[in-house]
């Protein structure tokens, strides 16, 4: 079978335009279904080391706003229609990981097509899986070690068995192990239970991180916007194509002209990097940057055909997305370690900020569910410290407002007297 489409993530795109998920999602869920499909079975080698495209991508928003799960389900239920694509389980632990590489065995000719001779086929294998996570809760517990620790050793792929010894005593040696991982969680799960030791232990780094907080468009019914023998067809050489990248084996050249675009940006990512890297907790992302980029770049040069070549509009391409969405990460990070009081002051400040004016009544009421009486008290506190809001005392009412809307005069009556509404409405 040929290919039937130009650009598997274009084409992807189409096919996922009449969504309520933010872009960025439907992208990323693109690309980490191409991962999927290329499996183990392409690499770069760069001598000492080797890269694969598996990836670890957690979508991170609000319950039910951003549709999280059903966009990841919609690459997902593409790629099961892939033969030799093994799916994981979505609740694990690190035994159940252990056993589940175990049974994903597999080989894989890697001989030219040329060769007629059945014993003259090279062979080659992996243990590879995909873990669609539709909710992390259920799948990443941080308290167990021993998965966090596999899952930081696993993302490398390293061309060497892996043994671990289950509580049975059952000594499983896995060969040329790989974990591909796509998955959702809120804030909130970010915040209780990622910490300060999960960013120093490796695994956040070789997470990108999706944040989403609002839809791309309202749409009660995509079945008005679709037109159902249009978006099967398509779907189907979706599907199509998708099987013949699962059939790509073998090495990733590199044009020079990529080769040069990433020299030029290697030293100075080192020795001068852009200033949100430059944050503590990107310390362990920006060691491996480096790998992110190639991972990217395959899964793109993978899009386009067949030739196993990363050019120059591959890798700049790949710059654009992972720098597009390294805000993103910085504002999950951001979460993570947080003391109480600084997330208080955060809540605080975030409803005055997209609020605009609130009494000191009103604005307790709408944050008096995530703190106590004291807790507001001293993120107020907290707050004109540091200069971010200013607290107004005009006819015997405090009225409060964020600083980042320059409030320099006494507010007018005409915003007294909506806030007045607002209190005596509540």
């Not at 040329?114 to 996570?133: F, H, M, N, T």
């Not at 907790?281 to 770049?297: D, V, W």
């Amino acid at each position: 079978m040929a290919r039937r489409l130009k650009n598997w993530i274009k084409s992807y795109a189409d096919f996922t335009e009449v969504s309520e998920a933010p872009l960025t999602f439907d992208f990323w869920t693109g690309l980490s279904t191409i991962s999927g499909a290329l499996q183990r079975k392409v690499y770069i080698d760069e001598v000492k080391f080797k890269l694969f495209p598996n990836m670890y991508v957690f979508f991170v928003a609000p319950p039910g706003v951003a549709t999280k799960s059903t966009t990841v389900g919609v690459g997902m239920r593409m790629l099961r229609e892939v033969d030799g694509v093994i799916m994981g389980p979505s609740t694990m632990t690190w035994q159940g990981l252990t056993k589940g590489l175990s049974d994903a065995h597999q080989s894989f000719p890697v001989s030219s097509p040329e060769v007629i001779d059945p014993l003259a086929i090279e062979y080659r294998e992996q243990s590879a899986i995909l873990c669609e996570v539709s909710e992390l809760g259920t799948f990443l517990n941080m308290q167990d070690d021993g998965l966090v620790s596999m899952l930081i050793d696993l993302w490398d792929g390293r061309d060497v068995p892996w043994e671990r010894w289950l509580s049975t005593k059952e000594n499983l040696k896995i060969i040329n192990p790989l974990i591909g991982m796509v998955g959702a969680t809120t804030p909130a799960w970010m915040e209780r239970h990622f910490d300060e030791i999960a960013i120093g232990n490796g695994l956040t780094s070789r997470i990108v991180f999706v944040y989403g907080e609002t839809k791309r468009r309202f749409i009660p019914y995509i079945s008005d916007l679709v037109e159902s023998e249009q978006a099967q067809a398509l779907q189907d050489d979706l599907i199509n194509d998708l099987r013949e990248i699962a059939q790509l084996k073998g090495q990733f050249e590199i044009t020079r002209e990529a080769k040069n675009l990433v020299g030029e940006w290697y030293e100075q990512h080192w020795t001068e990097p852009e200033e949100h890297l430059r944050d503590p907790r990107f310390a362990g992302y920006r060691a491996r940057k480096f790998a992110h980029l190639h991972k990217i770049a395959m899964c793109l040069s993978a899009s386009k055909g067949d030739s196993l070549k990363i050019d120059y509009e591959d890798m700049a391409m790949s710059f654009a997305i992972l720098t597009g969405v390294e805000a993103d990460m910085l504002r999950v990070l951001s979460t993570i370690g947080k003391v109480a009081s600084s997330r208080q002051m955060d809540s605080v400040y975030e409803t005055l900020r997209t609020g605009g004016v609130h009494s000191r009544n009103t604005l307790w009421k709408k944050v008096m569910n995530s703190m106590s009486s004291k807790e507001f008290g001293e993120a107020l506190d907290g707050l004109v410290n540091a200069d971010m809001i200013k607290i107004v005392n005009q006819q015997g009412s405090l009225f409060i407002k964020a600083l980042e809307q320059k409030v320099t005069e006494p507010l007018d009556q005409s915003q007294f007297d909506e806030v007045n509404d607002e209190t005596n409405a509540a």
